[in-house]
């Protein structure tokens, strides 16, 4: 396992995006998971940037995992913010038009769609948020 410990600012995701791509590229992972790696960490990470300690800042942790058997990566966001569970939410109609549908909800519905597993927790004071994709 790696961990990357830091800011929880917009400024960071991509810092954060390096981090996980460089464990990727040991793996060999395909370029299509990765890119839907990075496409949660943007939409995730963010999340944490924006609503964890609004309006100040705090830390975060990102945790890289390598399972076996299938082979799969399991990246986890740690942080000591708010209590929020961002897939309680409800899910957005996507057959609506973008006029029609309400504002919010479509990243984490297309984080759900692309990872093989996404699980969050509240547990001693920290938001736990873990995303599995099988490579």
Request: hydrophobic share 40%; charged share 30%; proline share 5%.
């Amino acid at each position: 396992m790696k961990e990357l410990m830091i800011d929880a600012t917009v400024e960071n995701i991509q810092k954060v995006t390096e981090f996980v791509d460089e464990q990727l590229e040991r793996l060999e992972c395909p370029v299509r998971a990765q890119m839907q790696i990075d496409i949660a960490i943007d939409e995730l990470f963010g999340n944490i940037a924006h609503y964890a300690y609004h309006p100040g800042v705090g830390p975060a942790a990102v945790r890289v995992e390598v399972m076996e058997n299938p082979m799969a990566v399991v990246v986890t966001f740690i942080d000591h913010g708010e209590p929020y569970d961002p897939l309680a939410g409800k899910e957005p109609d996507i057959t609506l038009s973008a006029e029609e549908r309400q504002i919010g909800g479509l990243g984490i519905y297309m984080v759900k769609k692309s990872m093989d597993d996404i699980s969050y927790e509240y547990k001693d004071g920290k938001n736990i948020l873990r995303i599995k994709k099988n490579i």
